[in-house]
């Protein structure tokens, strides 16, 4: 993601099989954090997941972004280990129907 010359933020889909991705490395930089930029990356890939006919999307997050995911309509399945001291769960949003 960019504005202007400036990249802000990244994220990648990583196809898993025909209908399911994982969702990952969702970062902005911390000076562009605050504007929504996060929701606005994330909205797009769920959209091109659409697009591609995928039915589930999964996401290992931080334990503490866990409402905001809820928000974007993920639900959570499990803890999913740490990664640096950071506590992770899994959460999957469910698309277009199998």
Do not use: C, W
């Not at 970062?27 to 930029?37: D, K, N, Y």
């Not at 990664?83 to 769960?89: F, N, Q, R």
């Amino acid at each position: 993601m960019t504005q202007g010359d400036d990249l802000v933020g990244t994220a990648r889909l990583i196809l898993v099989s025909t209908t399911h991705v994982v969702l990952a490395r969702v970062s902005i930089m911390p000076e562009f954090r605050g504007q929504g930029l996060s929701t606005t990356l994330i909205t797009s890939l769920l959209n091109k997941a659409k697009e591609l006919n995928l039915n589930r999307i999964e996401i290992h997050a931080h334990k503490n972004l866990k409402h905001y995911y809820e928000s974007l309509d993920f639900s959570y399945i499990k803890d999913a280990g740490s990664v640096a001291e950071h506590p992770l769960i899994e959460m999957h949003l469910k698309l277009n129907p199998e």
